[in-house]
Nanobody
Framework: QVQLVESGGGLVQPGGSLTLTCAASGTIFSIYLVRWYRQAPGKQRELVAAITSDGSSTHYADSVKGRFTISRDNAKNTVYLQMNSLKPEDTDVYYC?????????WGRGTQVTVSS
């Protein structure tokens, strides 16, 4: 059974940084495309960033380009989201999604709050 566990969220001041981690178990993680999404209650889910299975290609939402960096370490079954220059509008629950040919798995999310 595939399990994804996000961690690294918390409260940070505007302009600060956080690194989110998505740790996978129960699968060969290196075959999965991985995405980070975020969503707040009452808001539409937003794709934040994505990384291919081998890490050779990445994609970012316009709202986070130049501030967020997605990376992965397949030897550790882990994907990271480095978030810099955080803004109050980045406040959301962040979810990790793993996708292999349409088979998708989700973590339970980690809360990120950007506030002074």
């Amino acid at each position: 059974q595939v399990q994804l566990v996000e961690s690294g969220g918390g409260l940070v001041q505007p302009g600060g940084s956080l690194t989110l981690t998505c740790a996978a178990s129960g699968t060969i993680f290196s075959i999965y495309l991985v995405r980070w999404y975020r969503q707040a209650p009452g808001k539409q889910r937003e794709l934040v960033a994505a990384i291919t299975s081998d890490g050779s290609s990445t994609h970012y939402a316009d709202s986070v380009k130049g501030r967020f960096t997605i990376s992965r370490d397949n030897a550790k079954n882990t994907v990271y989201l480095q978030m810099n220059s955080l803004k109050p509008e980045d406040t959301d629950v962040y979810y990790c999604n793993a996708d292999n040919l349409g088979s998708q798995y989700w973590g339970r999310g980690t809360q990120v709050t950007v506030s002074s």
